[in-house]
């Protein structure tokens, strides 16, 4: 199967969101989950990096969702 360059593009797109989504989803519920208490300051210290990463994440479907919409218009 021959896949064009937009493609490949548009999945890696489609790829980099979800992975920067949960990123950010699994340090934002970290110090929720975690047992340890040391563990549990850590990740909350974190929560401005977790926030970045949901956004971005959140920003690059968005982006990858435009670029399907459009498409198929």
Known sequence: MVTSPQHKQDSE??????VCALIGVIIL????????PDVREMMAQGSVVGWF??????????????I??????
């Open 68 to 73: 399907r919409w459009r498409s198929r218009h």
């Open 53 to 66: 990463a949901l956004v971005l994440g959140c920003a690059f479907l968005a982006r990858y969702g435009l």
């Open 29 to 36: 519920l970290a110090p929720y989950i975690a047992r340890s």
């Open 13 to 18: 797109l489609l790829l980099k969101g979800a």
